[in-house]
């Protein structure tokens, strides 16, 4: 039996996943083996010692404290394009309310509840509409910085709009260079991009390297007037540099996922309350990618889309399994199956991946393991923890 703690609300299609027959699941589970969450900032003191996994719901992973937990050998997953669909729909919408004054036009609109007569609302209407004219996003260009599960979206959609559409990654993956659409004009650096594009969409992660990304001196390489739509974190903008540029005049428009203080009743802003994931779709996708992920790796030991350990998928060969994490330092492997060979136990399959300072191995062995081997490989200096199943 698995117990799995749950915080925040997870929908019901992910936690249907896990049998009542293996998983102790709810919020109140005590001495978990793993943790499911969405927003819930997690704090050390929640990684007990029998934890071996954290699964996010949502790509983001600044809720969880990574570091500490690939000290303690604990895997973390999150759900890459689980919510990707909802993100694009929404970069979407900010585009077009980036181009066509449809809030404004709503709220005229809804001054005019005091006027009963049919023929003066229609005068009233008529008169007043020129005030909310926009621009068409047809011909315009959209430069789309990151080119993943959603930046390939939104992407693909703009060309859809009849946008020229201008692409940025330098570290794009194999997987998301062939879900690029070939209309995308790949772009070398960003000062090109930033000079050539009308909108600019930004779809990275929050990295060391990102933070800030778009700053006083990037924005200086903008186009007059160009609007810049950021809905992948806050802090990839630098808030009072932008603020600067939109007062005066250089940057047209921001449209963000993120209110700040300071841009929040800004003329030349558009901020919603972090919606980009809030669908009841995009909640049931990341709910059943998590679970998912953390019953492949609970049962079978392994691993995908974690963002502190290797991908490692071994498909079964019977008999038994054993997962082992170690830190990843030579001659650490050998010490391991030194020992199962001296015991003359049969290895049927093996894969062994490492990633940064953790290795990781599955062991796919003809028969059980003692609790003396167990040990025994415990105490081994380069290990972590240890875990055993019996393949079904």
């Not at 915080?7 to 998983?23: K, M, T, V």
């Not at 005091?114 to 047809?138: C, I, M, P, Q, W």
């Amino acid at each position: 039996m698995y117990n799995i703690r749950t915080f925040n609300n997870i929908a019901a299609r992910g936690l249907e996943r896990f049998s009542a027959d293996d998983y102790d699941v709810g919020s109140e589970v005590a001495d978990p083996h793993a943790l499911l969450l969405r927003s819930y900032k997690l704090e050390p003191t929640d990684l007990g010692d029998n934890l071996r996994a954290v699964a996010r719901a949502g790509a983001g992973v600044n809720n969880v404290p990574v570091e500490q937990c690939t000290d303690q050998g604990i895997v973390v997953f999150n759900t890459p394009g689980a919510n990707a669909n909802a993100v694009k729909e929404l970069v979407l919408a900010a585009l077009l309310l980036a181009s066509r004054d449809i809030v404004g036009g709503i709220d005229f609109v809804a001054t005019l509840g005091d006027v009963s007569d049919e023929t003066e609302l229609n005068r009233l209407v008529e008169a007043e509409k020129k005030r909310f004219k926009g621009r068409e996003l047809l011909g315009k260009s959209l430069g789309v910085v990151g080119l993943g599960a959603i930046g390939s979206l939104v992407a693909r959609a703009a060309l859809d709009l009849g946008m020229d559409v201008l692409g940025y990654d330098p570290a794009i993956s194999v997987d998301a260079a062939w879900r690029l659409p070939s209309e995308v004009q790949r772009m070398e650096n960003l000062p090109s991009l930033f000079a050539r594009a009308d909108y600019v969409t930004l779809h990275v992660p929050l990295l060391a390297e990102t933070e800030g990304m778009i700053n006083e001196e990037s924005l200086r390489l903008f186009r007059p007037g160009s609007v810049l739509l950021n809905f992948a974190r806050q802090p990839i903008v630098d808030s009072q540099a932008l603020k600067d540029s939109l007062d005066d005049g250089r940057m047209g428009m921001y449209v963000a996922d993120f209110p700040v203080p300071g841009l929040t009743d800004h003329p030349s802003v558009r901020l919603t309350p972090h919606l980009g994931a809030s669908t009841e779709e995009a909640e049931e996708n990341c709910a059943v990618m998590a679970a998912n992920q953390l019953i492949e790796f609970l049962q079978r030991g392994n691993i995908q889309n974690s963002v502190n350990f290797p991908h490692v998928y071994l498909e079964p060969a019977g008999g038994y399994r054993l997962a082992i994490t170690n830190r990843n330092v030579p001659g650490a492997l050998g010490d391991i199956t030194s020992l199962l060979a001296d015991r003359n136990i049969n290895v049927v399959d093996m894969l062994n991946r490492s990633r940064d300072e953790v290795a990781y191995n599955l062991i796919d062995v003809a028969e059980e393991a003692d609790q003396q081997l167990i040990d025994d490989i415990c105490a081994l200096e380069s290990v972590m923890n240890v875990r055993e199943f019996r393949m079904r």
